[in-house]
Each structure stands twice: as structure tokens, then as C-alpha cells.
């Protein structure tokens, strides 16, 4: 079976920096994916680790280690507005089948 | 381009009663997904399709249908609703052997 781990909450303040880790198990792997999602609205897309290392997309960044079975998402010069829920996922082989972790809640506080 | 779009954006339905939820994209996707949300508990994968007229079951299946007549439609179907169906559900789409998702604004039901 496939099952992710992330922490249900974390609570940093404006212009901090905040880590959100991800640990996962999956039959085969094809990468690591991110997803922001604030109230009321819809996942969107952050980021991708299809291999070992960091991925930098503005203040946003991703790591993976496959070794580990572990990422994180790094969010840098934290905003009001990144408060918010965050979603690993991962797509195992053998399907289109995309699992995500039960997200982590973000409060940023001013 | 319009994107994902899903209607309703809100149903109240009967314990039993049966409805289809809609979903549309104009992004060309080969892959479309159903998932749905409840608290606490991320996005759970219903049904996916990797094209038209193939479709298979994700996580949750039970109690929903779906078909893939064209690469723009994905309608998902309640056969009896149950409350235990009460959740919102999103449905996303993306490209062949791309990871990102694109997600629709999601509809909310409620079953009594």
C-alpha cells in the first residue's frame, strides 16, 4: 500500500522560514509533488522532485531524498497569505494513481 | 481557456437519491481524476481516466461510476447517495507524464 506522513499543523511568524517534511511509503515511486490550498479554495500546484535534491521555485522550495523516503517544502520570507493547508503527494508505478498526505495547516502569524 | 470546471458548485441531495456531478476541462488533458475531501483527511482518489473510454478505480470507488465518452468530460456518478458521501469533491486533470494536476473549483455536497 501507499501512505504519507506530514504534521497536521505548524505556526511561524511573517518573514520566517518554515519547513513542512513529508515521509511516505508507496509500491514503486515516481516523485514527490506539492500542493498549496487555501479555505474554500482548490489544491494548486507548487512543486515536483522527481529526484534526489532541491528544487527552487521562488520563495518556494522542494527536497527529496528517496533513500529516506523523505521531502520537505521550504517556505521562505513567509507571507500572510501562505496561510494555508499543504499536500505532499505520490504517484507509485504501475498506475495514475496519485495519493496525497492529510495536509498541513500553516498559520502565519504577523 | 476556461480551465477545470465542475458544476454544481453546491447539492443537497436525499439519502437514496441519485445525481451526476459534472467536470470539464479545455486544456487538452489526456488525465482526469475524481477526488474527494473530507476534514482531516486530504484528498482521497475515486476514479481516474487516462484517456477516453478508458477509466479505472482509485482509493474509494464504492458507490461511484464514471465514464470517458471524450477527452473533455469526466462526469462522476452517485448511483444511491449516502450520508457518509457528504464531502466536497474535486476533479483534476493533467497531461500525460506531467505531475502537475490542475483542480476545478470543487462541488459541495451535502446528503441527508
Not at chain 1, 511573517?14 to 509533488?33: D, P, R
Not at chain 2, 445525481?19 to 475531501?37: F, G, I, V
Request: glycine residues 12%.
Amino acid at each position: 500500500g501507499q501512505s504519507l506522513e506530514q504534521p497536521s499543523e505548524v505556526t511561524a511568524v511573517e518573514g520566517a522560514i518554515v519547513q513542512i517534511n513529508c515521509t511516505y511509503q508507496t509500491s514503486g515511486f515516481y516523485g514527490l509533488s506539492w500542493y498549496q490550498q487555501h479555505d474554500g479554495g482548490a489544491p494548486t500546484f507548487l512543486s515536483y522532485n522527481g529526484l534526489d535534491g532541491l528544487e527552487e521555485t521562488g520563495r518556494f522550495s522542494s527536497f527529496l531524498s528517496r533513500s529516506d523516503s523523505y521531502g520537505y517544502l521550504l517556505l521562505q520570507e513567509l507571507q500572510m497569505k501562505d496561510s494555508a493547508s499543504y499536500f505532499c503527494a505520490v504517484r507509485g508505478t504501475g498506475g495514475f494513481k496519485t495519493i496525497f498526505g492529510a495536509g498541513t495547516r500553516l498559520f502565519v502569524k504577523a | 481557456n476556461a480551465g477545470v470546471t465542475q458544476t454544481p458548485k453546491f447539492q443537497v441531495l436525499k439519502t437514496g437519491q441519485s445525481m451526476t456531478l459534472q467536470c470539464a476541462q479545455d486544456m487538452n488533458h489526456e488525465y482526469m481524476s475524481w477526488y474527494r475531501q473530507d476534514p482531516g483527511m486530504g484528498l482521497r482518489l475515486i476514479h481516474y481516466s487516462v484517456g477516453a473510454g478508458i477509466t479505472d478505480q482509485g482509493e474509494v470507488p464504492n458507490g461511484y461510476n464514471v465514464s470517458r465518452s471524450t477527452t473533455e468530460d469526466f462526469p462522476l456518478r452517485l448511483l444511491s447517495a449516502a450520508p457518509s458521501q457528504t464531502s466536497v469533491y474535486f476533479c483534476a486533470s493533467s497531461y500525460s507524464g506531467s505531475e502537475t494536476q490542475y483542480f476545478g473549483p470543487g462541488t459541495r455536497l451535502l446528503v441527508l
